[in-house]
């Protein structure tokens, strides 16, 4: 078994999070040594490569796929110059006849997540920094993109839960070590994150605002007053009004926690439910930014609109947020909402390039990242926020899994012939079924006009994820098929 899926848990939440993952097969080659070939988890056995989005998916489904395949299939995570993770391949190890320089890294750099290879004689190291290059020697490999690492979440003793950020210093030492060159200086772009990252907000502080200064600011803006209460000038959106409120605050020198206290304390006074707390810092830094500025003024709506147009190439009505915390969608001229994931999936210009690519066959080209900091700056603008998902739609397709199960024989692992009669089955004690089978059962029994795509979208929204099982008959013929899997 090349992944064994209750190590899931071990690793970081942050790569799990992040939807760069593929499956990997073992092939041996002429040398005697095994190669390590990317898989596809949408299109099992086809290829996968490093370098292009389209091949690659979320962690689940690359889980799904190898566990449907019986442990052929491995999981691996891609490298990518989205972030600033990286990997760093220490081969051999673990054996006797090691060579101590791995330790000596592993002595000096901060405790960060740390695993065995699947040949059990190496570790991969996972952080943040900045990779000058790629690098590949008799010591070790070191990769920041265009590459994928196998994954088997068997941490390493010691090892620590999270990705560390390693210094410059420390970068710079260990491409020397690895390469016995000294290190070019790194350019200050490569260093450098979101501006937005260094506000700092209690996302958990109940208090509201500070009594005396709300009141003294009221008094001396009742243009502000009025739009707090929602009897002034009427805005198309909260964030709107936050940003007309915010401007005033960031002028009379109110921090960012008194700002944040705000907004929150406006949007429960109307109602609105909280967003993420990523799009308050890039609010914050928008209106500090402009403040600092003196002869900007701050984009409106429009702006923004146009700004995400053009940049993303493509045309749509709106962007929401449905539920807290929040599942982010696009939603396309002709009505159709396409699922991007949480916040931290939806701020990847991978999630967009892949989106835009399968539903609009159009290919969004690297942005430098101040570029897709403003663009994510104007989609947060936008975006409209819904709280309160359809739960009685859940409700409903909850009560037809539970007939559709309740109709065929008992659930049981599954088979060759199992999966030949697209059956239900069990996987890891999780309910597994064949879409197909489900929706002739629904047509048949609930609703003849459904859907394929409207109730993949409500197993989507339940959390089911599809996967690939495969089993073999008696004879070593073998059958592959696409069944969806309960979380």
Not at 106 to 117: A, C, G, H, K, Q
Not at 213 to 226: D, G, L, M, N
Not at 400 to 427: K, N
């Amino acid at each position: 078994m090349l992944f064994n899926p209750d190590n899931s848990a071990n690793i970081p939440l942050v790569l799990r999070e992040t939807p760069r993952w593929v499956n990997w097969e073992a092939v041996p080659r002429a040398d005697g040594r095994v190669g390590k070939v990317p898989i596809n988890p949408h299109t099992p056995p086809r290829h996968a490569s490093s370098t292009d989005p389209r091949t690659w998916a979320p962690f689940d489904l690359s889980v799904g796929v190898s566990v449907g395949s019986g442990g052929t299939y491995g999981i691996g995570f891609v490298f990518s110059r989205d972030d600033a993770i990286f990997g760093l391949d220490l081969d051999h190890c673990l054996t006797a006849n090691s060579d101590t320089w791995s330790h000596r890294v592993l002595e000096r750099f901060p405790p960060t997540y740390v695993e065995v290879s699947p040949s059990r004689e190496g570790l991969h190291l996972y952080a943040y920094g900045a990779v000058p290059r790629s690098i590949k020697t008799a010591r070790g490999e070191l990769y920041g993109w265009g590459r994928f690492f196998t994954v088997t979440g068997e941490t390493l003793a010691g090892s620590a839960p999270g990705l560390a950020t390693i210094p410059t210093k420390d970068m710079a030492w260990l491409v020397q070590t690895l390469t016995d060159k000294p290190t070019p200086p790194l350019s200050a772009a490569a260093e450098t994150a979101a501006d937005w990252n260094a506000i700092e907000l209690d996302d958990e502080d109940a208090n509201p605002p500070p009594f005396e200064e709300f009141q003294a600011i009221c008094q001396k803006h009742p243009r502000f007053y009025s739009i707090f209460c929602g009897t002034g000038k009427s805005y198309r959106s909260p964030s709107e009004a936050e940003m007309a409120l915010g401007r005033t605050l960031v002028e009379a020198g109110w921090g960012d926690q008194d700002i944040y206290r705000v907004w929150r304390a406006y949007r429960a006074k109307h109602g609105h439910p909280d967003p993420h707390v990523t799009k308050y810092k890039v609010t914050l830094h928008t209106l500090r930014q402009t403040h600092a500025d003196g002869t900007q003024t701050p984009p409106t709506q429009a702006d923004h609109q146009a700004h995400a147009h053009h940049v993303l190439g493509v045309d749509f009505t709106r962007f929401v947020c449905v539920g807290s915390p929040g599942t982010y969608y696009l939603v396309t001229p002709d009505g159709e909402s396409l699922k991007l994931g949480d916040f931290a999936t939806t701020e990847k210009q991978v999630t967009w390039r892949s989106l835009l690519h399968a539903h609009y066959h159009h290919w969004l080209p690297p942005l430098s990242g101040k570029r897709w900091l403003d663009t994510l700056t104007s989609l947060m603008a936008l975006c409209e926020y819904d709280a309160n998902p359809d739960s009685a739609e859940s409700a409903e397709t909850l009560a037809w899994i539970d007939q559709y199960f309740a109709s065929e024989r008992a659930p049981r692992a599954p088979t060759y012939q199992s999966l030949t009669d697209g059956q239900p089955c069990l996987v890891n004690d999780r309910r597994a079924l064949s879409i197909h089978q489900m929706l002739t059962y629904l047509r048949t029994q609930h609703v003849p006009n459904l859907r394929l795509r409207d109730f993949s979208a409500r197993l989507k929204v339940l959390g089911w994820t599809p996967i690939q099982l495969g089993r073999k008959d008696a004879n070593g013929k073998t059958i592959n098929k696409h069944y969806w899997c309960a979380p």
